[in-house]
């Protein structure tokens, strides 16, 4: 029998921090992988699903057409996704340029959700509520719609995910493996910077808590930390993209000169724009409360209410609870992203109309960017709840065969909600927006552009798909910087004479080296036929209008010499271009006014008013009764295609009466006047009452819309044409429309 040791044992007390950081259960591998797997093919496989077939519309046009000859994108390049789009364009032998820069899109967008249920389920420690929080927010309409298409976004959101988890791992590291995980997280964050610069409001403060560690805490040299910031100098090395596309290709399409580290520079860090985080190339600017707001609303509307509420009980949970350090230091790192980015890009973000319109549009993509850290901090709060709830109330809540049927129950009520409104697979409107134009072009016509609509789908459909590849497109932002006569002028427009630096549109005179519009055509007009799609731009001066009409051509203008100008009967006879709208729509009821599709047909609609106000013009000049009514007649037609559509659409309950309200008023007001005159004129030929009842009818509904408009928004311009409309409507038999100013 042995002797018993009697000696008092060494106990080591752990304190519930250390409990919980050791002891508290971790996922299975298999678990993990298995989730990991799912989650990655289901995205892959419902975005492909849903993917745009073709070119979309907005900056993909110009990312696809820079990229196929390695050119350079506007600032600050993208160097990355550029040379990306570059790669799979020139190597995936199968399906159209567009369409593989789409499919680009699809896989980062999968393995954006594969990162986003890595980083709840290793932090939160719950493969369940990371699977529910990648498929809720992957499956989300803004996440899903930038997965589709060929852009930076999806590829941005990967890797800004990808920062918050390393956050984690560097937190979880050993003084031994810190370094190590220091330098892959430099080289990730230099790999986001080459992308999107917006990523590096998360790298700053990660950057800053990163250099505390290792050389506060840790005791490492500064040469050690400087070893460390050079592996994010290598994440960038993308940049060199930019001189080398300059120096050694001849891209068709490309922006800036980098003959020098000056202007090398001026392009990364955008400040032909004002700065990394001016949004438009404009003078305007939003506020920091305007812009937040913003976001809760839209982060509110796209992933519900409950992520705000979770990252409240997180905030409480890290502050009142045991949690580890390792926990603690994660949580408190991504909330100092979210922090950094909330700070400075709501104070600097210069769109001042949030409330609708593109602007909005260009507005909420950057909200994805901070939605990130709210649902990876909101899904690791869940996480603890759960774990709470399965201690306190029930066992079974623990169950993970339970957990994982809610959390794809959820996910699969998230796909059914959004997919319709992000189902692209059959949206081929920038295809027929071209094929709609370019065919129907004079041969080596010049096509001069304005905005991103008309520019980058036609140059993608000229280089990409050689549809009418002898048709110049000439962007009036390219013309008014100073790099272009001297980097695209003597190569892609050598038979075009460009005479200088076209004439900022704000600008009241000619300075050395500038030309203007008129100069432009007198330089060119007998060489080429020049076209204008979208508007030459509100300020520019008009001295082309004594010398130069522009006539419609379809949803474009077409520059004439005055003289050259055939009567409009023998035009709108012998030109059937003049009014053919043989190519699909969008339709107006499923778009919203953020939208490129509803852009489109904004522009069809007003191309076809226009075109209508050109021949009332046409006719005013006519002295011929029966020409002028021919023209007058031929006008309304087009009016009335116009304001049917809309009028369909609200009497069918789809549209949103005040986001078209402006539109509609103005093309209302147009066909008031049309049939206001026309029944004037039937009314002197002594027609009878009855053919004259369609007319009557129309003054008064139409009319009336615009009455109603205008007072709700008492502009002075259209009170003072009210007031006009009192004396004359009385007149002419309406005496019954009545309104007070």
Request: proline share 4%; aromatic share 14%; net charge neutral.
């Amino acid at each position: 029998m042995g002797i018993k040791d009697k000696r008092p044992k060494k106990v080591i007390k752990l304190t519930k921090k250390d409990a919980e950081e050791k002891y508290e259960p971790q996922p299975s591998e298999y678990e993990t992988r298995l989730g990991a797997a799912f989650i990655f093919l289901l995205s892959f496989v419902i975005y492909y699903m849903t993917m745009f077939p073709g070119l979309p519309m907005g900056d993909s046009g110009e990312f696809i057409a820079t990229g196929i000859d390695f050119g350079v994108a506007h600032p600050p390049g993208y160097p990355m996704f550029t040379t990306l789009t570059y790669l799979i364009m020139n190597n995936l032998p199968f399906g159209t340029l567009a369409w593989r820069v789409n499919l680009l899109s699809v896989f980062f967008g999968a393995l954006f959700n594969l990162t986003m249920y890595y980083a709840v389920s290793r932090i939160g420690k719950n493969c369940a509520v990371g699977l529910l929080t990648a498929g809720w927010v992957g499956f989300s309409r803004l996440f899903w719609m930038w997965s589709i298409q060929g852009e930076i976004f999806s590829l941005n959101n990967f890797l800004c995910a990808f920062i918050m988890i390393r956050a984690f791992y560097f937190e979880q590291a050993t003084s031994e493996k810190s370094l190590q995980e220091a330098r892959l997280s430099a080289l990730i964050c230099g790999l986001s910077l080459s992308n999107q610069h917006t990523s590096v409001l998360f790298i700053f403060p990660f950057a800053l808590r990163v250099a505390y560690r290792i050389i506060i805490i840790e005791g490492h040299s500064l040469k050690t930390a400087v070893f460390v910031a050079l592996h994010g100098i290598a994440g960038m090395l993308w940049y060199l993209q930019l001189p080398l596309s300059h120096f050694f290709f001849s891209p068709r399409v490309t922006w800036g000169d980098f003959s020098s580290f000056q202007k090398f520079f001026k392009h990364m860090l955008r400040l032909e724009y004002g700065s990394s985080f001016k949004l438009v190339a404009r003078d305007t600017k939003g506020t920091f409360f305007s812009n937040f707001v913003a976001f809760v609303k839209d982060s509110s509307s796209e992933l519900s209410i409950l992520p705000w509420v979770l990252n409240v009980a997180l905030f409480y949970i890290i502050i009142n609870t045991c949690t580890s350090p390792i926990f603690r230091r994660t949580v408190t790192s991504i909330m100092l992203m979210m922090g950094c980015y909330f700070a400075v890009f709501c104070s600097l973000a210069n769109i001042d109309n949030i409330d609708g319109g593109l602007d909005r549009g260009v507005l909420e993509r950057f909200w994805m960017q901070p939605s990130i850290g709210l649902m990876i901090l909101g899904g690791i709060a869940l996480c603890k709840i759960v774990a709470t709830a399965a201690e306190l109330i029930h066992p079974l809540m623990s169950n993970k065969y339970l957990q994982h049927s809610v959390a794809l129950l959820l996910i699969s009520v998230q796909i059914k909600h959004n997919y319709e409104g992000n189902n692209e697979s059959g949206n081929h409107y920038a295809y027929h927006y071209a094929q709609s134009i370019l065919p129907h072009l004079p041969q080596n016509s010049i096509m001069l552009t304005g905005g991103d609509l008309p520019t980058n789908v036609f140059r993608y459909h000229t280089i990409c798909e050689q549809m009418r590849p002898d048709v110049k497109v000439l962007d009036l932002q390219f013309m008014k910087a100073d790099w272009f006569h001297d980097v695209l002028g003597p190569t892609i427009y050598a038979n075009i004479t460009i005479p200088g630096v076209l004439r900022p549109f704000k600008s009241d005179r000619l300075s050395e080296g500038q030309y203007n519009i008129k100069l432009f055509l007198d330089a060119n007009i007998d060489k080429f036929s020049i076209f204008v799609c979208n508007n030459l731009g509100n300020h520019e001066n008009r001295e082309h209008d004594e010398t130069y009409a522009m006539l419609p051509f379809r949803t474009c203008k077409q520059f004439r010499r005055k003289s050259d100008i055939l009567n409009p009967v023998e035009a709108l006879q012998s030109t059937p271009d003049f009014n053919l709208y043989d190519w699909p729509m969008p339709d107006i009821r499923l778009y919203e006014d953020r939208t490129w599709e509803f852009t489109l047909m904004h522009t069809y609609l007003l191309s076809l008013s226009e075109k209508a106000i050109f021949l009332w013009f046409e006719a005013v000049k006519t002295a011929h009764p029966g020409n002028r009514r021919y023209i007058l007649e031929h006008g309304l037609r087009l009016i009335v295609l116009a304001t049917d559509e809309i009028d369909k659409a609200i009497s069918e309950g789809k549209l949103d009466e005040d986001v078209w309200k402006y539109v509609y008023a103005s093309i209302a007001k147009n066909r008031g006047h049309f049939c206001m005159v026309l029944h004037s004129m039937r009314n002197d030929a002594k027609e009878s009452p009855e053919a004259l009842k369609p007319l009557e009818e129309c003054v008064r509904k139409y009319w009336r819309i615009f009455i109603d408009w205008a007072m709700f928004f008492r502009k002075d311009d259209e009170l003072e044409l009210v007031k006009e409309l009192q004396g004359f409507l009385a007149r002419r038999s309406f005496s019954d429309i009545k309104f007070t100013i």
